[in-house]
């Protein structure tokens, strides 16, 4: 069935240092790829996607790359800040509409 | 815009007990989705919906969990009889695609303890 892997769990970085997470997914019919942001007790947000057709996108601090040949994506956070301490997932989706998200990442910025 | 609409937010019962989950979407959002999210996992889908027809229900364990989406709007997720595992936090999600995926709009959560 449909997978997407995520790593690390785990992340910890100094303030204003880069944080990296990287997913893959195995079906390949796949192509619409988001990441959320999830702060304790609240719910998923969305904070960046990416559809198939394009290979990198950013949104001022935040950028996700996609290789489809390799099927996978990664998220970029750059200048890293005490308040994007947080859990990360990445997703799949695809045309049915169905969305797999990854185990997560604790991001935790150290000020 | 109201968002989605989870109730209860909590709940607390004992395993072999029944309980049932609300949600209420964003209006005019087409796809409804309940996930199951276990605490330090992801959230796992249960179900997806568009309009009041079930587009995915692979991984519902149907021996116990049921959830209907009756005149495409709210949807109710039922669990009978509950069992220590269930214990998590159901999210409820809607999309305004009605093909193909793009934002989910999630509601709350509504977290269940099994004792």
């Known amino acids: 069935g449909e997978n997407v892997e995520q790593h690390p769990s785990t992340l910890s970085v100094q303030e204003g240092d880069s944080a990296v997470i990287k997913c893959t997914y195995s079906?390949?019919?796949?192509?619409?790829f988001p990441w959320y942001k999830q702060e304790l007790g609240k719910r998923p947000q969305l904070i960046i996607d990416?559809?198939?057709?394009?290979g990198e996108k950013k949104d001022q601090r935040i950028a996700v790359t996609l290789n489809k040949t390799a099927k996978h994506f990664s998220l970029h956070i750059t200048e890293t800040q005490p308040e994007d301490s947080a859990v990360y997932f990445c997703?799949?989706?695809?045309?049915?509409?169905?969305?797999?998200f990854g185990q997560g990442t604790t991001l935790q910025v150290k000020p | 815009e109201a968002g989605v609409a989870q109730s209860p937010r909590y709940k607390i019962i004992e395993k072999r007990q029944s309980v049932a989950f609300w949600c209420n979407p964003i209006?005019?959002?087409?796809?409804l989705y309940w996930y199951q999210q276990i605490l330090g996992q992801g959230p796992k889908l249960l179900i997806q919906?568009?309009?009041?027809?079930?587009?995915?229900d692979s991984q519902l364990p149907k021996d116990r969990f049921s959830a209907e989406r009756l005149k495409g709007v709210d949807s109710t997720l039922k669990i009978q009889p509950a069992k220590l595992e269930d214990s998590a936090v159901y999210l409820c999600?809607?999309?305004?695609?009605?093909?193909?995926?793009?934002?989910?709009?999630f509601g709350e959560g509504s977290r269940l303890t099994v004792l």
């Open positions: 999600a809607s999309s305004s695609l009605a093909a193909n995926t793009g934002e989910l709009f």
């Open positions: 079906d390949s019919a796949s192509n619409y």
């Open positions: 990416i559809r198939s057709n394009v």
């Open positions: 997703a799949a989706g695809s045309n049915t509409g169905k969305l797999i």
């Open positions: 209006s005019g959002h087409a796809t």
């Open positions: 919906f568009q309009n009041n027809g079930v587009v995915d």
